[in-house]
């Protein structure tokens, strides 16, 4: 069926007078809008009432700009996280350093070269060396002669030994640490400390991380350098007992003095004590009770005693 309201002509206004043209064409514009949204609703409703492939109704995206209740709204950012930057990860380099660079800031080459000429370097020197196939060109191990040996040993303390034999002589190649070194063998921190007298291995403490590195001892080592300092191993164990009994002696001592300290407080204070309690007489005048004699009353104990009046 025809729209018969789209054939009528337009409407006129009092007797006599007709619409202007401006009028018209406002009246035009209005009819055509109204038609576009009938034909939009049409649309709408057809395309909701058709079912998918599953017998199910498509779902409708609504905007996020929609007015409706049910449209998801925004996340705020919440204010107690402070500021933040946003950072672009795709224009991001890598420095090596663990720092972000800022846009338009270019990593400079050379820092690069010589950056990565460092880690070539780093990883030469972390290489075992290489076994020739000549046996006299390889380093053997002193107790054993097996070419097996420990390059850490080796590149630290400058002992040639393998792993087997290290494990069988614990008496020589076992680490000492440095408070093992100063109360066993009597040596100074500033000898533990100058590499030249004694290298030492450095290791992460195993109490805490953030406590100072253990500096491990080859046994060996320092017993040659105990020996040499002391004359012998007997004079060592001299010098250690002299030390130990001096020790003692100085504890002893230090008791004794705080003995004598806390018997003499306490000694001062009884005595004060018992001072303090001693009650003084206070006697008034003499009474004559005749023959030459007076006496006298304590006034605060009663206490009488008999003098010679003269």
Request: net charge positive.
């Amino acid at each position: 069926m025809t729209d018969q309201r789209n054939n009528m002509p337009p409407p006129s206004t009092a007797e006599g007078s007709r619409l202007t043209p401006e009028d018209i064409k406002r009246i035009e514009l209005n009819r055509l809008k109204a038609k576009a949204r009938q034909r939009q609703r049409e649309q709408e409703a057809s395309s909701s009432s058709t079912p998918n492939v599953n017998q199910k109704r498509p779902l409708e995206v609504v905007p996020a700009v929609s007015a409706s209740p049910t449209a998801p709204k925004p996340l705020k950012r919440d204010s107690r996280l402070g500021k933040y930057f946003d950072y672009d990860l795709s224009k991001m380099v890598n420095s090596k350093g663990g720092f972000l660079i800022e846009d338009g800031k270019e990593v400079d080459e050379d820092s690069r070269v010589k950056e990565r000429e460092r880690e070539r370097q780093r990883a030469m020197q972390n290489l075992e060396p290489p076994i020739y196939l000549d046996p006299s060109m390889n380093p053997k191990c002193r107790e054993c002669q097996s070419i097996d040996i420990d390059y850490t040993f080796k590149k630290i303390f400058g002992c040639l030994v393998c792993n087997k034999c290290k494990d069988e002589y614990p008496e020589k190649y076992g680490l000492l640490t440095k408070t093992e070194c100063k109360e066993d063998y009597l040596l100074t921190d500033p000898e533990l400390r100058d590499r030249e007298l004694l290298p030492h291995l450095l290791k992460a403490n195993p109490h805490k991380s953030t406590f100072a590195n253990m500096m491990l001892y080859l046994r060996c080592q320092v017993e040659d350098f105990a020996w040499k300092k002391w004359g012998s191993p007997e004079a060592l164990d001299a010098e250690w007992e002299r030390r130990t009994e001096e020790k003692k002696n100085k504890k002893n001592k230090k008791f004794e003095e705080g003995l004598m300290d806390l018997r003499r407080r306490t000694k001062e204070s009884v005595w004060q004590r018992r001072k303090d309690q001693e009650h003084k007489h206070v006697f008034g005048t003499t009474e004559d009770i005749g023959d030459g004699m007076g006496r006298q009353v304590c006034h605060e104990c009663g206490f009488t005693i008999d003098i010679e009046v003269f």
